[in-house]
Protein backbone atom coordinates (compact mmCIF):
# COMPACT_ATOMS: atom_id res chain seq x y z
CA UNK A 1 0.00 0.00 0.00
CA UNK A 2 1.30 3.28 -0.94
CA UNK A 3 1.86 5.98 1.96
CA UNK A 4 3.05 8.89 2.14
CA UNK A 5 5.90 10.50 4.82
CA UNK A 6 6.56 14.06 5.21
CA UNK A 7 9.37 16.13 7.32
CA UNK A 8 11.26 19.19 7.52
CA UNK A 9 8.48 21.34 9.43
CA UNK A 10 9.51 23.43 11.99
CA UNK A 11 10.03 26.74 13.51
CA UNK A 12 11.62 29.52 11.69
CA UNK A 13 12.22 33.22 11.86
CA UNK A 14 10.75 35.55 9.62
CA UNK A 15 12.80 35.73 6.05
CA UNK A 16 13.88 32.61 6.65
CA UNK A 17 14.15 29.49 4.87
CA UNK A 18 12.67 26.06 5.24
CA UNK A 19 12.55 22.75 2.75
CA UNK A 20 9.76 20.26 3.33
CA UNK A 21 10.12 16.84 1.62
CA UNK A 22 7.44 14.16 1.05
CA UNK A 23 8.21 10.91 0.40
CA UNK A 24 6.11 7.71 -1.12
CA UNK A 25 6.56 4.31 -1.09
CA UNK A 26 5.47 2.38 -3.77
CA UNK A 27 6.40 2.61 -7.48
CA UNK A 28 3.62 4.68 -8.67
CA UNK A 29 5.22 8.07 -7.64
CA UNK A 30 6.88 8.70 -11.11
CA UNK A 31 3.19 9.03 -12.92
CA UNK A 32 1.50 10.92 -10.01
CA UNK A 33 0.95 14.68 -9.98
CA UNK A 34 2.10 15.62 -6.13
CA UNK A 35 0.88 19.14 -4.64
CA UNK A 36 1.42 20.50 -1.51
CA UNK A 37 -1.46 22.03 0.72
CA UNK A 38 -1.57 23.90 3.95
CA UNK A 39 -4.09 24.68 6.35
CA UNK A 40 -3.88 27.79 8.51
CA UNK A 41 -6.05 27.24 12.50
CA UNK A 42 -9.58 28.73 11.46
CA UNK A 43 -9.03 28.14 7.37
CA UNK A 44 -10.01 25.94 5.01
CA UNK A 45 -7.14 23.97 3.48
CA UNK A 46 -5.47 25.16 0.12
CA UNK A 47 -3.21 24.15 -2.58
CA UNK A 48 -0.48 26.07 -2.57
CA UNK A 49 1.98 24.04 -5.28
CA UNK A 50 1.50 21.53 -8.14
CA UNK A 51 3.96 19.17 -10.13
CA UNK A 52 3.21 17.20 -12.89
CA UNK A 53 4.68 13.99 -13.59
CA UNK A 54 6.50 15.60 -16.51
CA UNK A 55 7.77 18.50 -14.39
CA UNK A 56 5.00 21.43 -14.93
CA UNK A 57 4.75 23.35 -12.18
CA UNK A 58 2.13 25.86 -10.56
CA UNK A 59 1.73 27.74 -7.64
CA UNK A 60 -0.67 30.03 -5.41
CA UNK A 61 -0.15 33.66 -5.72
CA UNK A 62 0.60 33.82 -2.61
CA UNK A 63 3.58 31.93 -2.17
CA UNK A 64 4.74 32.16 -6.28
CA UNK A 65 8.25 33.39 -6.44
CA UNK A 66 9.12 31.90 -2.90
CA UNK A 67 8.35 28.95 -3.10
CA UNK A 68 9.51 25.94 -5.51
CA UNK A 69 8.07 22.71 -6.01
CA UNK A 70 11.09 19.67 -7.43
CA UNK A 71 10.41 16.28 -7.63
CA UNK A 72 13.13 13.24 -7.87
CA UNK A 73 12.05 10.56 -9.12
CA UNK A 74 14.75 8.23 -8.15
CA UNK A 75 14.02 8.84 -4.57
CA UNK A 76 10.00 9.00 -5.26
CA UNK A 77 10.49 12.35 -3.45
CA UNK A 78 8.41 15.90 -3.85
CA UNK A 79 10.07 18.91 -2.26
CA UNK A 80 9.06 22.32 -1.21
CA UNK A 81 11.86 24.98 -0.81
CA UNK A 82 9.96 27.63 1.19
CA UNK A 83 12.30 31.00 1.11
CA UNK A 84 11.01 34.75 2.51
CA UNK A 85 8.89 33.03 4.89
CA UNK A 86 6.20 35.51 6.63
CA UNK A 87 3.92 34.59 9.83
CA UNK A 88 1.22 34.55 7.49
CA UNK A 89 2.83 31.19 5.95
CA UNK A 90 2.06 29.61 9.56
CA UNK A 91 -0.05 26.12 8.72
CA UNK A 92 0.16 22.54 8.55
CA UNK A 93 1.54 21.71 5.22
CA UNK A 94 0.19 18.79 3.63
CA UNK A 95 1.57 16.44 0.18
CA UNK A 96 -1.08 15.17 -1.78
CA UNK A 97 -0.68 12.52 -4.64
CA UNK A 98 -3.40 11.60 -7.36
CA UNK A 99 -2.42 8.74 -9.78
CA UNK A 100 -4.82 8.15 -12.63
CA UNK A 101 -2.58 5.85 -15.08
CA UNK A 102 -4.40 2.92 -13.73
CA UNK A 103 -7.16 4.53 -11.18
CA UNK A 104 -7.87 7.21 -9.39
CA UNK A 105 -6.16 7.13 -6.48
CA UNK A 106 -5.18 10.06 -4.15
CA UNK A 107 -3.36 10.05 -0.87
CA UNK A 108 -2.81 12.49 1.71
CA UNK A 109 0.76 13.01 3.84
CA UNK A 110 0.00 13.07 7.57
CA UNK A 111 1.03 16.93 7.65
CA UNK A 112 4.01 18.25 8.94
CA UNK A 113 3.61 22.06 11.32
CA UNK A 114 5.25 25.27 10.22
CA UNK A 115 5.60 27.81 11.88
CA UNK A 116 7.10 31.38 11.15
CA UNK A 117 7.67 33.62 14.44
CA UNK A 118 10.24 36.23 16.07
Known amino acids: QVQLVESGGGLVQPGGTLRLSCTASGSIFITSTMKWYRQAPGRQREAIAV???????NYADSVKGRFTISRDNAKNTVHLQMHSLKPEDTAVYYC????????????WGQGTQVTVSS
Open 51 to 57: ITSGGTT
Open 96 to 107: NLVDTSRYYLEL
